[in-house]
């Protein structure tokens, strides 16, 4: 079974801290994704990576970076977090990029930003 | 552009029967997938059931089944038999474009099931 493992799973942090959102697959999988998850607004895709030291942008990548030094590992870094930075972070990862395939989340971050 | 519309934000349904929760979907492209997700309060999104556009029989799995009515663009899923643990938020989501595994989501459905 895929493993998507997110290393926290609250988190409360200031306004201007800069935040490390990590996350960990075990099954090799080439692609890993970042969603934001709010009340109403479903699931928002901020960035996402196909390779090791690539990223891509999503749709609201504003104030967000990421990081992917390993296949496994795909790190969402809050520069100066913010209040309204307060959700759900949701990462995935999928085997290919034929469509066909299912992304794999992990339990989520509740992030607070206070 | 792509987008999933789903216009009901909760439903409830009795234990043992049948639930339809509504999607649809707007796009361009001739080659596109549909997939149902499920997030119990524990957050975790669950896989649940896939569509390709192409595909000639509706998606089954298990208690999980999707009415898929390509000129209608709706790919509504059908829960059987309903139990206490199905209550939990319920997205459909779409493939967002061609050649990739990202994904486009509705806002949910929050699913009640009372004995």
């Known amino acids: 079974d895929v493993k998507v493992t997110q290393s926290s799973r609250y988190l409360v942090k200031r306004t201007g801290e800069k935040v490390f959102l990590e996350c960990v697959q075990d099954?090799?999988?080439?692609?890993m994704f970042w969603y934001r998850q709010d009340p109403g607004l479903g699931l928002r895709l901020i960035y996402f990576?196909?390779?090791?030291?690539?990223?891509e942008k999503g749709d609201i990548p504003e104030g967000y970076s990421v990081s992917r030094e390993k296949k496994e590992r795909f790190s969402l870094i809050l520069e100066s977090a913010s209040t309204n930075q307060t959700s759900m972070y949701l990462c995935?990862?999928?085997?290919?990029?034929?469509?066909?395939?299912?992304?794999?989340f992990g339990n989520g971050t509740r992030l607070t930003v206070t | 552009a792509q987008k999933i519309t789903q216009t009901q934000p909760g439903m409830f349904v009795q234990e043992k029967e049948a639930v339809t929760l509504d999607c649809t979907y707007d796009?361009?492209?001739?080659?596109?997938?549909l997939f149902w997700y499920k997030q119990p309060s524990s957050g975790e999104m669950i896989f649940l059931i896939y569509?390709?556009?192409?595909?000639?029989q509706n998606a089954t799995e298990g208690r999980y089944s999707l009415n898929f009515q390509k000129a209608r663009k709706s790919a509504n899923l059908v829960i059987s038999a309903s139990q206490l643990g199905d209550s939990a938020m319920y997205f459909c989501?779409?493939?967002?474009?061609?050649?990739?595994?990202?994904?486009?989501f509705g806002t949910g459905t929050r699913l009640q099931v009372f004995p």
């Open positions: 990576s196909y390779d090791v030291k690539m990223k």
């Open positions: 796009t361009s492209d001739p080659s596109y997938g």
């Open positions: 989501a779409m493939r967002d474009g061609y050649n990739t595994d990202k994904l486009i």
């Open positions: 995935a990862s999928s085997a290919d990029r034929d469509g066909n395939s299912p992304l794999h």
């Open positions: 569509q390709g556009s192409y595909d000639q």
């Open positions: 099954m090799d999988h080439e692609n």
